[in-house]
């Protein structure tokens, strides 16, 4: 097997979900150093076991990386046992579909937490590493409930809140040779974890050094990129725009 990530190491969160463990033996088994975190310790130890017995290398680790410290922490197991980082995969699939009306405030808390401040976090955590070396790769898998999906506006929030951060963050380091790119999952069948995972993997090449700021679409076997937000109509005049002019402007925008 070619093993293309041989002396990398790799931090890949979540790795209870299935993308997270796909991710994780796919960079071991390419020959990465592997840090597999989850809030699950049994998970993450589990994961690590089966690593380390088909003899690849990785260490767990149940930190809270939706904390700063936690954050922190996690870098620097991975720099401290395997000597430095060059990869982070972020696995944040938010989980709560149901009608908006139902949708609680701890529910909310609960899944945002977990998913954009758990990716944010690490990121910005790494990045610091990463600014440092002048290199690194960051990939975030999350779902594509932003799309609009009815009954998921919790997750399209935690979702969209990582793809927009991604496009950020891929401005603010790609000037120190990071990239960061995100994955869109529709479901989280076996198929499209593998498939997710798949795609990290081909992000982390060097041959993938002028992808950025890219939002990758996935299900099953099937693999799309979507377009970055852009104008599409406008109008334009001097000073601010008054109601009355809005009834003759505001229709330009549709047609």
């Known amino acids: ?41 049994l998970a993450a130890e589990c994961l690590m076991n089966e690593i380390n017995h088909s003899g690849g290398m990785a260490v767990a680790d149940s930190g809270d990386v939706s904390t700063l410290a936690g954050s922190d922490a996690v870098v620097a197991r991975a720099v401290e046992t395997f000597g430095g980082l060059d ?16 949708t609680t405030a701890q529910d909310f808390d609960r899944v945002v937490s977990y998913t954009l401040r758990g990716a944010f976090m690490t990121t910005r955590s790494s990045s610091v590493q990463f600014r440092q070396q002048h290199s690194g790769r960051v990939v975030s898998i999350t779902s594509d409930a932003g799309l609009g999906d009815s009954g998921r ?61 890219i939002v990758f679409g996935v299900d099953g076997g099937d693999l799309w990129t979507y377009s970055n937000p852009s104008i599409v109509r406008s109008f334009h005049k001097w000073g601010p725009s008054t ?3 809005m009834d003759h402007l505001f229709p330009s925008l549709f047609k």
């Not at 293309?4 to 990465?32: C, D, P, W, Y």
Request: aromatic share 2%.
């Open 87 to 102: 990869i982070l995969v972020n696995v944040r699939v938010p989980d709560c579909d149901r009608p908006l009306v139902e």
């Open 243 to 245: 109601m009355d002019e």
């Open 153 to 213: 506006a919790v997750s399209a929030a935690a979702s969209e809140g990582i793809v927009g951060m991604t496009r950020t963050a891929a401005r603010d380091l790609g000037r120190y040779g990071v990239t960061c790119n995100a994955i869109a999952m529709s479901g989280s069948s076996e198929n499209g974890s593998h498939s997710a995972a798949s795609l990290a993997g081909t992000l982390c090449l060097d041959l993938s050094s002028n992808v950025n700021g």
């Open 1 to 41: 097997m070619t093993r293309r990530f041989q002396g990398k190491v790799a931090i890949v969160t979540g790795v209870g979900h299935r993308a997270g463990r796909a991710a994780s033996m796919l960079f071991a088994l390419e020959g990465a150093s592997v840090v597999v975190n989850d809030t699950d310790t």
